[in-house]
């Protein structure tokens, strides 16, 4: 071969070497648009922040004690509420006797079952609860890594194994249900691995199986690191949407309970919300973790109606840290100081503000009755029902 030939053919491996560098940097060009657009979709924080155009406050409607029946003697009564898919029903739970009873929205005692044990009817500690489907119950008990339905007399219909052999640390206090599937606020139990990869809600199979894993902390988060991280949760029916809240993070994430796929991230910092400057470290004493809380808000179980996202937090005082029995958990939710930040429960989930709520929120139904917890001592045990109403500025 002559010197002209070899020159010709170093000059075309030359050209589609240059073409293949290019098409391989097209692909990987592609590629990255491909991943910022769906980083774009799931991570990008919308803000959509109206509440310069409304003033928020409640207004009372009715207000109901709880009338204990024949065999029923109120304890310790826990301060979040489950309300039927129709709002005719309501549950709640007796912590000390380890038992529930379901009411109607006036406080009349419709049946109520459940005590110390581990048989059928029995529970060491109920956990997480919530109505499945139009006429059961489900109930999980952590200590005995039991899932347990009931129909509304208390009878057994069915025990499922629970969330601690599936590697999962129940985190919401609240059952959910979308298509026969039961939905649980969760933690994953990561070994060594990194807690912030992880999905924190987990949608178990009527089998027991579990379904799927979805939602998660998102890189915003993620780099934030914040010590208390635990996630909760809301269902919304008719959407089939999850509303994912933290416990001490403003943001929230909005996934298809369907698809398991995120939706979007969106938040405020309203003005009441709070960010201590000095973090709670694992090495903090008792003490010190209850002053730093002081300057940090703390997010509670967020609600939801037809029409509103009802984002739940309270401020801590230093008369409910001297308030609490520790030896027993009981404490006064009234004496920390409530708030409800509000949003737009679809897209674009605009803000219209927050209002702080004269006593503890218990819970929400689906026309947008707010319960309120009025005085939670057993003998005087009151709710008042209240709405959300909005007046233009």
């Known amino acids: 071969m002559n010197d002209k030939n070899r020159n010709s053919n170093r000059g075309n491996d030359f050209h589609e070497i240059c073409i293949l560098l290019i098409l391989c940097c097209g692909i990987a060009l592609i590629q990255c648009q491909n991943a910022e657009k769906e980083n774009r979709k799931t991570n990008n924080i919308i803000s959509n922040d109206k509440s310069d155009q409304f003033q928020l406050r409640v ?5 109901f004690k709880i009338k204990p029946d024949s065999g029923l003697r109120l304890g310790s009564i826990r301060d979040l509420v489950a309300v039927s898919a129709n709002d005719s029903l309501l549950m709640w739970v007796n912590t000390m006797q380890n038992q529930l009873f379901l009411t109607d929205t006036q406080g009349n005692v419709v049946d109520f079952f459940g005590r110390e044990g581990a048989g059928p009817g029995e529970f060491r500690d109920i956990t997480a609860f919530g109505f499945y489907g139009s006429d059961n119950v489900a109930v999980y008990d952590w200590k005995l890594d039991l899932i347990k339905i009931f129909d509304f007399q208390g009878n057994l219909i069915e025990e499922r194994p629970g969330l601690l052999e599936m590697d999962l640390w129940i985190r919401s206090g609240r059952i959910f249900n979308s298509n026969d599937n039961l939905l649980f606020g969760v933690q994953q139990a990561v070994g060594q691995g990194d807690i912030w990869d992880t999905s924190v809600v987990a949608s178990l199979a009527p089998s027991g199986e579990l379904h799927s894993l979805f939602g998660g902390y998102g890189n915003d988060l993620k780099e934030r690191k914040l010590f208390y991280n635990h996630p909760d949760f809301t269902h919304q029916r008719d959407t089939e949407r999850v509303f994912i809240t933290y416990s001490s ?31 709670v470290v694992q090495t903090d004493s008792r003490e010190e973790r209850d002053e730093k809380n002081l300057n940090q808000s703390n997010v509670g179980p967020p609600f939801v109606s037809e029409r509103y996202l009802f984002f739940n937090f309270h401020n801590f005082t230093e008369e409910f840290f001297e308030s609490i029995d520790r030896q027993v958990k009981k404490y006064d939710p009234n004496l920390r100081e409530n708030y409800f930040a509000v949003y737009d429960n679809s897209p674009p989930f605009a803000f219209y503000g927050e209002i702080q ?27 008042g029902v ?6 233009e500025i």
Request: charged fraction near 30%; hydrophobic fraction near 35%.
């Open 59 to 63: 207004e009372k409607i009715s207000d």
């Open 249 to 279: 993070y403003h943001i929230i994430e909005v996934a298809s309970a369907d698809s398991g796929k995120t939706i979007q991230r969106f938040g405020v910092v309203s003005e009441n919300f709070k960010y201590a400057k000095d973090q």
């Open 357 to 383: 709520l004269p006593y503890a929120p218990l819970g929400v139904s689906s026309k947008g009755d707010i319960y309120l917890l009025e005085n939670d001592n057993p003998d005087q045990f009151s709710v």
């Open 386 to 391: 209240y709405r959300m109403k909005f007046e």
